[in-house]
């Protein structure tokens, strides 16, 4: 094992022994290069005042070369805002800028001991950081059986992952804490699982209670204090998108120091949440009561961004730091969330006046982009397909019940005819 990854390991062992032992094969063999070409560039970006021949980008006049062609485009940016790499682990400013946020917005968050958010190519790539860390095959990774199927490809078919599923909704629509509980007991033989928690939920737009979430916690809790180390993953890919009466803030606030069994990762980003989704910028953080456990994770986190993307891109980077500093950031936030909440109150009006019957039912939604119909008639993919077909309306099925619907890409004005049409084409199925 290279020696810098046993240093790093025997940091863990000391500090977080609880943590080192739920690192994957991988996670113990990982490291960030100390003496290869970026630290060696970075030393140099200091000290070579004369001249700087480390990095491999090319500069003209004292500033990185490019192409006017693009620079035209852009030129409310400095070059060096653009075209150099940025830093593996994330443009330093941003990741200020994206902690203060999340202290912000997580008042919970406030006297915890959690990292500096590291930079990624959005949640997918963060997620994929998680895995590669944390899961070896066979290891479970639990979350519930309405879900995001990269899930499934990021930790069950790259990893070698045991995928635990449980149900999300109790028989009265609550958040199923109970079954997140036997789930993780289950795992007591094994000794470790992965938790992801996805709220907003994608695909049923579900975000638990205030009292589903202390429920939430208590089934961790338990799972912690019979021995099993946790990894417990917040997807937050939409937060902040809370219409009603739910937790506002991410769980993470809560898990940060909760248990020494239990290792809390924020994954995030401003992708969804300052629709940006073609910048690719995402966030891991990692919680930790000690300071040399949590640079030992970021340091084998940096080896995994490394060893696959090197580093994310920097004009993206650039463009978010940007919209987080502008005063009008808050007021253009707010008007896009009043419009998002516009159309999910509209959904639920259209869905609650009785006119449907009872072809379908609806899965209790509240927050982010979606909502899931329950089919009780025909089967998902035969109506997805015959709507594709006959009324050129797109939605996705999953499983033979369940037709999700994002009412985040459906003016508000359209959601009534999107709905009755979706109505008719049960009636077409039904003959």
């Known amino acids: 094992m290279n020696p810098l990854a046993q240093q790093l390991n025997n940091t863990l062992q000391e500090e977080t022994p609880q943590v080192y032992a739920m690192l994957s094969t991988l996670g113990k063999q990982i490291y960030f290069p100390k003496e290869g070409i970026l630290s060696q560039s970075a030393e140099a970006g200091s000290k070579a005042k004369k001249y700087n021949a480390t990095i491999g980008i090319a500069t003209e006049g004292k500033g990185p070369m490019h192409l006017s062609v693009i620079q035209d485009t852009l030129s409310a940016y400095a070059p060096k805002d653009l075209y150099p790499y940025a830093p593996p682990q994330g443009k330093p400013e941003l990741r200020t800028a994206w902690r203060n946020k999340m202290l912000q917005e997580n008042p919970s968050l406030e006297g915890k001991s959690f990292g500096n958010p590291m930079v990624t190519n959005a949640l997918t790539h963060g997620l994929s950081i998680v895995a590669d860390l944390f899961a070896d095959a066979g290891d479970a990774v639990i979350y519930p059986d309405k879900n995001w199927e990269n899930y499934e490809l990021t930790f069950g078919i790259r990893r070698g992952a045991e995928i635990v599923n449980f149900p999300l909704y109790t028989p009265d629509y609550k958040f199923n804490s109970e079954g997140l509980r036997e789930a993780i007991l289950a795992q007591k033989d094994k000794g470790k699982a992965i938790v992801v928690l996805n709220f907003p939920n994608n695909p049923t737009g579900y975000t638990p209670s205030l009292e589903d979430g202390d429920q939430i916690i208590a089934a961790l809790l338990a799972g912690a204090e019979a021995g099993i180390k946790l990894v417990v993953v917040t997807d937050d890919a939409y937060f902040g998108l809370f219409f009603e009466d739910s937790l506002q803030e991410s769980l993470f606030g809560k898990l940060a120091g909760l248990h020494p069994n239990i290792l809390p990762i924020k994954v995030d980003g401003a992708t969804k949440e300052e629709y940006v989704w073609g910048f690719r910028v995402g966030f891991i953080t990692f919680a930790s009561e000690s300071a040399a456990a949590l640079a030992a994770l970021e340091q084998k986190a940096l080896g995994i961004i490394r060893a696959t993307i090197s580093s994310c891109s920097h004009p993206s980077q650039t463009f978010v730091l940007h919209a987080l500093n502008s005063p009008e950031f808050a007021s253009q936030k707010q008007e896009k969330f009043n419009v998002m909440k516009g159309r999910a109150n509209k959904v639920k009006a259209i869905l609650d006046s009785g006119k449907y019957g009872d072809v379908w039912d609806y ?69």
């Open 363 to 431: 899965y209790p939604f509240n927050s982010g982009y979606f909502m899931c119909l329950k089919l009780n008639t025909v089967d998902a993919d035969q109506l997805r397909v015959h709507l594709l077909d006959q009324y050129q309306i797109g939605t996705i099925a999953l499983g033979e019940t369940d037709l999700r619907v994002a009412f985040s890409c459906i003016e508000e004005e359209y959601l009534q005819d999107l709905f009755d049409t979706i109505y008719q084409g049960v009636l077409d199925l039904q003959g």
